[in-house]
């Protein structure tokens, strides 16, 4: 069993600045993908980011390239989503997921936490 928290979000301006983390519990992540995602307002869930636990490889959505930065820190069992240069259409809950390697669905889900970008 892994438990995932988010913390984090807020409201916040265009161009405006977040960071968001995700504290993990129950387990190591070692050989564990863990993922970013969001759901707009009236959207289905989406990927927004991606990172390999154990070898920091990382995968981004073509809608957040050069704005977000995923990373995770081993000592305190914790990944982060940087979130920059925000618009209007970032808004949404942001959930922390994680799955095993080769898995082909992430199986453990955080609570969420809510951004939100005013114009």
């Known amino acids: 069993q892994v438990q995932l928290v988010e913390s984090g979000g807020g409201l916040v301006q265009t161009g405006g600045s977040l960071r968001l983390s995700c504290a993990a519990s129950?387990?190591?992540?070692?050989?564990?993908?863990v993922g970013w995602f969001r759901q707009p307002p009236g959207k289905e869930r989406e990927s927004v980011a991606t990172?390999?636990?154990?070898?920091?490889?990382?995968t981004y959505a073509d809608s957040v390239k050069g704005r977000f930065t995923i990373s995770r820190d081993y000592a305190k069992n914790m990944v982060y989503l940087q979130l920059n240069s925000l618009k209007p259409e970032d808004t949404g809950v942001y959930y922390c997921?994680?799955?095993?390697?080769?898995?082909?669905?992430?199986?453990?889900w955080g609570q969420g936490t809510q951004v939100t970008v005013s114009s």
């Open positions: 990172i390999n636990w154990s070898y920091d490889s990382t």
């Open positions: 129950g387990r190591t992540l070692t050989n564990y993908r």
């Open positions: 997921a994680v799955k095993q390697i080769g898995a082909s669905t992430y199986n453990y």
